[in-house]
T-cell receptor, first 116, second 113 residues
Framework: GAVVSQHPSRVICKSGTSVKIECRSLDFQATTMFWYRQFPKQSLMLMATSNEGSKATYEQGVEKDKFLINHASLTLSTLTVTSAHPEDSSFYIC????????????FGPGTRLTVL | KNQVEQSPQSLIILEGKNCTLQCNYTVSPFSNLRWYKQDTGRGPVSLTIMTFSENTKSNGRYTATLDADTKQSSLHITASQLSDSASYICVVSEGGATNKLIFGTGTLLAVQP
């Protein structure tokens, strides 16, 4: 159990377009979902934390109007990169937390975004 | 500032050999320490999670140790296999309501035949 999926796994888009990435907890309800960004040879950096039915909490330096997060249900969170630019090209990873226990956080497989 | 540092940055070993990866942290308050394996282009997969009171935890050929006094952890891989080639990330969870994860930069391990 505890599987988290992301869709799409890879996306290439033109500069100026918007891209939506989905994160789903397949076999559990996620009280909290997290979105991370990872640049090559660097560690994961938390972008935002979202709780179902409430607004996401963004980390310092992350533009909330550029990275729109919607946590519509206990099994689905979406990240929309609006007006994407080449510098937004990165590996985006979500994770989902089941319950409040410390060991109940599971990562998705990631989405590779390339903006041309 | 809460930080997690890992060494070495990269490591090449021959198949069948053992290796040990290091992690030092300055995170406070401390909740738990995790080791993840991240294959290229994939999300991290949990190997071990240790709380303050745990000194060692094993998962197959992976054994993690934790010294909460010196704020150090290690991950020992026994009898390495080609499939062990990946990035190994040490992650420390802050104590408190958020349990925010502080990520190390990882050790890139290459196992060669």
């Amino acid at each position: 159990g505890a599987v988290v999926s992301q869709h799409p796994s890879r996306v290439i888009c033109k500069s100026g377009t918007s891209v939506k990435i989905e994160c789903r907890s397949l076999d559990f309800q996620a009280t909290t979902m997290f979105w991370y960004r990872q640049f090559p040879k660097q560690s994961l950096m938390l972008m935002a934390t979202s709780n179902e039915g409430s607004k996401a909490t963004y980390e310092q330096g992350v533009e909330k109007d550029k990275f729109l997060i919607n946590h519509a249900s206990l099994t689905l969170s979406t990240l929309t990169v609006t007006s994407a630019h080449p510098e937004d090209s990165s590996f985006y990873i979500c994770s989902a937390r089941r319950g409040r226990a410390y060991n109940e956080q599971f990562f998705g497989p990631g989405t590779r975004l390339t903006v041309l | 500032k809460n930080q997690v540092e890992q060494s070495p940055q990269s490591l090449i070993i021959l198949e069948g050999k053992n290796c040990t990866l290091q992690c030092n942290y300055t995170v406070s308050p401390f909740s738990n320490l995790r080791w993840y394996k991240q294959d290229t282009g994939r999300g991290p997969v949990s190997l071990t999670i240790m709380t303050f009171s745990e000194n060692t935890k094993s998962n197959g050929r992976y054994t993690a140790t934790l010294d909460a006094d010196t704020k150090q952890s290690s991950l020992h891989i026994t009898a390495s296999q080609l499939s062990d080639s990946a990035s190994y990330i040490c992650v420390v969870s802050e104590g408190g309501a958020t349990n925010k994860l502080i990520f190390g930069t990882g050790t890139l391990l290459a196992v060669q035949p």
